[in-house]
């Protein structure tokens, strides 16, 4: 079946910015979307079909995809991004969702 | 503004069957989308289960399809999940999500819309 990996956690110094990667095998094939989740609170959905950014997410959060990554950035990092990412996709020939591991964003 | 609400035991004894309801308020799930189940183990990541659209179209996780059925109850706007032979492994907080329908290609895309979760425990 289909797997994406991210880094298990990325530390970041407070308004610098962090990046976090999902890689999968020719993901750049297919529709990446990401999620923040903070501790306590359902997911939030933070960029669809790899880079948009859906209402009233800050345009700090921006996303890419090629090859075997995605990349989900995020800008001048503050105290509210501290959270887990989570990556996603829709897996065509098995028809089913797949989720990334995860990947905690901690400041330094 | 939509929202969804999971209900159902917080407890369930092992090899018995977990039993929830999602209630949607704000958009008619006949209308369209896809309405499902994610889970996260405690301390775990994201674990998705199943969706259904308002088309009756199902997909299941594979490694948990076996167990799972879920339902539409159109007239009180709500969609179900029963998992069977339930171990301690089951144990999560359930969310109930709407999922983004590619009408060209049946893909579940994105969820937009979640439930607040509810805690699952599989003890005796």
């Known amino acids: 079946s289909y797997v994406l990996t991210q880094p298990p956690s990325v530390s970041v110094a407070p308004g610098k910015t962090a990046t976090i990667t999902c890689v999968g095998d020719n993901i750049e094939s297919k529709n990446v979307h990401w999620y923040q989740q903070r501790p306590g609170q359902a997911p939030v959905l933070v960029i669809s079909y790899d880079l948009d950014r859906p209402s009233g997410i800050s345009e700090r959060f921006s996303g890419s995809n090629s090859g075997n990554t995605a990349t989900l950035t995020i800008a001048t990092v503050e105290a509210g991004d501290e959270a887990a990412y989570y990556c996603q996709v829709w897996e065509n020939s098995g028809e089913h969702v797949v989720f990334g591991g995860g990947t905690k964003l901690t400041f330094l | 503004q939509v929202q969804l609400q999971e209900s159902g035991p917080g407890l369930v004894k092992p090899s018995e069957t977990l039993s929830l309801t999602c209630t949607v308020a704000?958009?008619?799930?006949?209308?369209?989308?896809?309405w499902g189940w994610i889970r996260q183990p405690p301390g775990g990541g994201l674990d998705w289960i199943a969706t259904i659209n308002h088309s009756g179209t199902t997909y299941y996780n594979p490694t948990l399809r076996s167990r799972i059925t879920m339902s539409m109850d159109t007239s009180n706007n709500q969609f179900s999940l029963n998992l069977s032979s339930v171990t301690a492994a089951d144990t999560a907080v359930y969310y109930c999500?709407?999922?983004?329908?590619?009408?060209?290609?049946?893909?579940?895309?994105?969820?937009?819309?979640w439930g607040q979760g509810t805690l699952v425990t599989v003890s005796s």
């Open positions: 999500v709407r999922g983004e329908d590619d009408i060209l290609t049946n893909a579940c895309d994105y969820f937009d819309f």
């Open positions: 704000g958009y008619s799930i006949s209308t369209a989308y896809y």
